[in-house]
C-alpha cells in the first residue's frame, strides 16, 4: 500500500471556477477525513466519512462545499464558486475504526489550492 | 467546543532535549495525540494519550495530566531532521475528528 494519495498536489483557479480535489484513502481504512490548512495554522476539520456515509460536517464547510465518498473507497471534495479565502492546503486522511485512537491518522500529501 | 494552547517557536540544539507544552480545553475529553509536520509536508502521527502518564516511543515521550488538562511532548536526543512543527490534537466534538493546535516550530540548530 502506497499510503493516502491526493490528487492533484496544485491547483491554481480563477475565482469563481469550480475545483474538484481526489483522496484515495488506504486500502484497509474504512473512515476518511478533510482537513483545511493555511500557513502557520494546524489543519481545521472539515468533514469525515465512515465507509460511504458522511457522518459529520464542520460548520466551516460552506454550501459551497460538498463531498463524496461513492462505494466507500476514494473521496472527492469540490469547491464551487471559488474565492480567495479558500486558498489554503487540503488534507486527507483516513483510519480505521478497528485500531482505534491509538494508532492516529494517516496523512495524504495534500492538495494545495490557490485562487488568483 | 474545544481550544489547544502551544508555544509558537521553540529552539534547541542537536543532542538536547527539548519539552513542546500543550494546554487544551475541551467539553469531553477523549485523549491527546501528537503529530510531527515537516515543511511541506504531511502531518504524521507521533502518539497518542488516553490516561494519565508518560508515553515513551524511541526518542520521544509525551505526557498527559488529565486533570491539569496538560500534555508534552518531550524530544531527546535532538537532530537535524527533528526542525518540523509540532501539533496537539484532541478529540472534536464531533466524536471521531480530531482539533489540532496551532502548532509549535522546532528549529534544531548545530
Known amino acids: 500500500d502506497t499510503g493516502v494519495s491526493q490528487d492533484p498536489r496544485h491547483k491554481i483557479t480563477k475565482r469563481g471556477q469550480n475545483v474538484t480535489f481526489r483522496c484515495d484513502p488506504i486500502s484497509e481504512h474504512n473512515r476518511l477525513y478533510w482537513y483545511r490548512q493555511t500557513l502557520g495554522q494546524g489543519p481545521e476539520f472539515l468533514t469525515y466519512f465512515q465507509n460511504e456515509a458522511q457522518l459529520e460536517k464542520s460548520r466551516l464547510l460552506s454550501d459551497r462545499f460538498s463531498a463524496e465518498r461513492p462505494k466507500g473507497s476514494f473521496s472527492t471534495l469540490e469547491i464551487q464558486r471559488t474565492e480567495q479565502g479558500d486558498s489554503a492546503m487540503y488534507l486527507c486522511?483516513?483510519?480505521?475504526?478497528?485500531?482505534?485512537?491509538?494508532?492516529?491518522?494517516?496523512f495524504g500529501s495534500g492538495t494545495r489550492l490557490t485562487v488568483v | 467546543g474545544q481550544s489547544l494552547e502551544q508555544p509558537s517557536e521553540v529552539t534547541a540544539v542537536e543532542g538536547a532535549i527539548v519539552q513542546i507544552n500543550c494546554t487544551y480545553q475541551t467539553s469531553g475529553f477523549y485523549g491527546l495525540s501528537w503529530y510531527q509536520q515537516h515543511d511541506g509536508g504531511a502531518p504524521t502521527f507521533l502518539s497518542y494519550n488516553g490516561l494519565d502518564g508518560l508515553e515513551e516511543t524511541g526518542r520521544f515521550s509525551s505526557f498527559l495530566s488529565r486533570s491539569d488538562s496538560y500534555g508534552y511532548l518531550l524530544l531527546q536526543e535532538l537532530q537535524m531532521k527533528d526542525s518540523a512543527s509540532y501539533f496537539c490534537?484532541?478529540?472534536?466534538?464531533?466524536?471521531?475528528?480530531?482539533?489540532f493546535g496551532p502548532g509549535t516550530r522546532l528549529s534544531v540548530l548545530p
Open positions: 490534537a484532541v478529540r472534536g466534538d464531533y466524536g471521531q475528528n480530531f482539533v
Open positions: 486522511a483516513s483510519s480505521s475504526s478497528e485500531g482505534g485512537p491509538s494508532y492516529g491518522y494517516t
